[in-house]
């Protein structure tokens, strides 16, 4: 079953916006992770953020977690169009064996 | 450098055959796993595996489903009796355990297209 829902489903921006992205989940997490999938394509691991951590920083990404709340958001600055991709948040709820569950995703369309 | 392969890429059968996808992780990882994805839907975990351990397993892995970790390297995930519903792309990921990172290295995925 999935664990998390993103939204919006789908997202279309123009290049050098900034695109954000959110995740709510169910149960209690070791800790949340964000994935980007090309079309077709594996997933690529984009940021790893624990349970007891707030924001986390990589490049031109920004990742929140609200554990209060549930929730998790993703921020792309200045996009481009090669971030054109769904994105998809992944909890792992069992520390001990790291299994991701993974949500809907979310599609986004950097248009140029 | 390489990462995680998976083969083949792509594979088509009918209805009833059974097909066998392998996946090779990243050389010094232990942890292995399965997952399953359809179309429009995020990867849902099937197995996983810690060296040549089969630890666990999700409920969607029926009986016609097995895979196999022999020597803790290399990876086989079969399907007997295939069905239209077991359409989808399998993907294999790797990680090292490390107490501060669970990072999970994806293949490119194996696309079945049961006829």
């Known amino acids: 079953s999935q664990q998390g829902e993103e939204d919006p489903q789908a997202l279309s921006i123009q290049e050098g916006e900034n695109a954000t992205m959110n995740c709510s989940y169910k149960t209690s997490i070791n800790n949340l992770q964000w994935y980007r999938q090309n079309s077709g394509r594996g997933l690529v691991h984009l940021i790893l953020i624990r349970s007891n951590e707030r924001e986390k920083h990589s490049g031109r990404l920004r990742v929140t977690l609200d554990t209060s709340k549930k929730s998790s958001s993703l921020l792309i600055t200045a996009s481009r169009a090669a971030d054109t991709a769904s994105y998809f948040c992944?909890?792992?709820?069992?520390?001990?064996?790291?299994?991701?569950?993974f949500g809907k995703g979310t599609m986004l369309l950097v248009s140029p | 450098d390489t990462g995680v392969s998976q083969d083949p890429r792509h594979k088509i059968t009918k209805r009833g055959q059974n097909v066998t996808f392998r996946c090779d992780p990243i050389s010094e990882h232990n942890r292995l796993y399965w997952y399953r994805q359809t179309l429009g839907q995020g990867p849902e975990f099937l197995t996983y595996f810690q060296n040549e351990a089969q630890l666990e397993k999700s409920r969607l892995l029926s009986d016609r489903f097995s895979a196999e970790r022999p020597k803790g390297s290399f990876s086989t995930l079969e399907i007997q009796r295939t069905e239209q519903g077991d359409s989808a792309m399998y993907l294999c990921?790797?990680?090292?355990?490390?107490?501060?990172?669970?990072?999970?290295?994806f293949g490119p995925g194996t696309r079945l297209t049961v006829l």
């Open positions: 990921a790797s990680s090292q355990r490390d107490s501060r990172t669970d990072t999970q290295y």
């Open positions: 992944a909890t792992v709820v069992n520390s001990g064996y790291s299994t991701l569950t």
